[in-house]
């Protein structure tokens, strides 16, 4: 089975700037938006009415999953972009609301006839070139949050794909042994790093824990790693040993509490366009702001929450309680390492 991954996002955006920039011209012929896809050459296009011509940019497929099309395959394959299904919904409609929960894949399962759909992540271990970086507060176990930043539209075996700074390793590596020495009788797993000018080696060490007696027994290397920074001096974390995940870091004190309104303070988010909204926090506009209505638990009235899915950030009317709003510490940034102070104060 072929599959093929195109981006989303430039997908329905070719397709509004097809249909919005049509004139029907001499011909009079109807707005009626294709999609046109050529399995052979992996690319797909759109055209604003049901002819050859105009038509928009071609877009490449990111991903080419699968044995290469054979002598039966479909050169070209059209499907309307506004014509409603027996649910009553047309394929545009839905390509935005995939959008909207945060899907970043328009996929097209090439097999007869080719069907289209869309997805949230494509899975892989290495990413490539073209992939989209944003911050981001990241957690592994119970390490972190870490400062760092995730590659948009990827996972690998479910988790997100992380680089980090060199300092965020050492990091790591410092809470990670800092968590084994905290319990002396149990193995642990301790991490040592050698740094060298572009890479750095981590070493997996078994330490055995103490018997009933106090002794130890001797430590050996389990495992052998290597980091390698890129050019941007980002180091990339994709581990299964550390499946790592979105984490939310100390919130900033709310802006609104029980109701009330501080105006001194900004709103989470604000007016981008006509009917859009831009987080104030990290800029992020578009499919990136998400907004969920629910009937109330007051037992009237609605629940709205509008959310940022690039810093977490939101902004929540609930009925019972009015306005409530939570921003975080943007950008990601390493806090200072703990004390010897700090910890003797730990509770």
């Not at 049509?22 to 399995?39: D, F, Q």
């Not at 790093?193 to 027994?217: K, T, W, Y």
């Not at 831009?278 to 509008?306: F, K, N, W």
């Not at 009015?322 to 730990?346: C, F, I, K, N, Q």
Request: glycine share 8%; with cysteine.
């Amino acid at each position: 089975m072929r599959k093929l991954w195109f981006d989303l996002r430039e997908a329905i955006a070719q397709a509004e700037e097809t249909i919005a920039g049509y004139t029907a011209g001499e011909t009079h012929e109807p707005l009626e938006p294709w999609l046109v896809l050529n399995t052979v050459g992996a690319r797909l296009w759109f055209t604003a009415v049901n002819a050859p011509r105009p038509r928009s940019a071609t877009i490449a497929a990111i991903h080419d999953d699968g044995p290469p099309p054979g002598v039966e395959s479909i050169p070209l394959y059209r499907q309307p972009l506004t014509e409603p299904d027996t649910d009553g919904k047309d394929p545009l409609g839905q390509l935005r609301a995939a959008a909207e929960q945060g899907h970043w894949w328009l996929v097209v399962d090439t097999s007869m006839p080719p069907r289209l759909y869309t997805a949230a992540a494509y899975d892989t271990d290495c990413v490539p070139e073209t992939a989209v970086w944003t911050p981001a507060w990241l957690a592994t176990g119970d390490l972190g949050p870490y400062p760092g930043q995730v590659a948009h539209g990827y996972r690998h075996n479910g988790s997100v794909i992380p680089r980090l700074r060199r300092e965020t390793v050492q990091r790591i590596a410092a809470d990670s042994n800092a968590r084994a020495f905290g319990h002396p009788e149990q193995d642990a797993d301790l991490l040592v790093l050698r740094h060298h000018d572009s890479r750095i080696e981590m070493f997996v060490v078994r330490a055995p824990g103490a018997n009933n007696l106090g002794h130890h027994n001797e430590t050996f290397v389990v495992e052998t790693r290597q980091l390698t920074a890129g050019p941007d001096g980002w180091f990339r974390a994709t581990d299964g040993r550390w499946p790592w995940r979105h984490a939310s870091p100390a919130a900033l004190p709310p802006e609104r509490r029980r109701g009330e309104r501080h105006q001194h303070e900004p709103d989470v988010f604000e007016a981008n366009g006509l009917d859009g909204s831009r987080c104030t926090v990290c800029g992020a506009t578009g499919y990136d702001i998400a907004h969920q209505e629910l009937p109330s638990m007051a037992g009237y009235g609605t629940d709205t929450t509008t959310s940022c899915r690039i810093c977490g950030s939101s902004e929540t009317y609930a009925e019972e309680i009015g306005w409530s709003s939570h921003r975080v510490v943007w950008p990601p940034v390493l806090a200072p390492a703990p004390t010897a102070d700090d910890e003797v104060a730990r509770p």
